[in-house]
């Protein structure tokens, strides 16, 4: 898997824990985190589906959420060169989308997406690997 490939399935896995962060996912809340990965983070490079492995690998673990996000951090964090401004606002959009599809916001959910906020400012990518 390439580093962007990486970066992309920490961000999924990401908003994979906002999606729980509310107690259970439910079938229409998984058809909507489906739609939304599938747009915001779909790659014309990629030959697989992001929402279908973050979903295959989320059920097979069944990591708690503090696990899941310690992971995904990271993952980003040792891919970040490929962190480009852009690509950090998409996923902080990803989490929010995530989070709006299935009302209300929950304390929970805006929790982990300002934690992720706070996480990923500091990290900047180098325009040398994500300028390609």
């Not at 599938?38 to 503090?66: N, P, S, T, W």
Request: hydrophobic content about 40%; glycine content about 4%; aromatic content about 10%.
């Amino acid at each position: 898997m390439s580093p962007l490939q990486s970066l992309h399935l920490a961000i999924g896995e990401l908003a994979y824990t906002v999606a729980l962060a509310d107690g259970e996912m439910q079938e229409e809340e998984k058809k909507k985190f489906h739609s939304i990965v599938e747009a915001e983070l779909r790659c014309k490079d990629y030959d697989f589906d992001v929402a279908d492995i973050i979903f295959q690998v989320m059920e097979k673990h069944k990591a708690d959420i503090e696990t899941t996000y310690k992971w995904a951090m990271n993952e980003i964090k040792i891919n970040s060169h490929y962190l480009s401004p852009e690509l950090k606002q998409t996923f902080i959009s990803v989490m929010i989308k995530i989070a709006k599809a299935y009302p209300p916001i929950t304390s929970e959910e805006s929790a982990i997406i300002e934690r992720f906020k706070k996480d990923i400012e500091p990290l900047i990518g180098d325009p040398v690997y994500y300028g390609k």
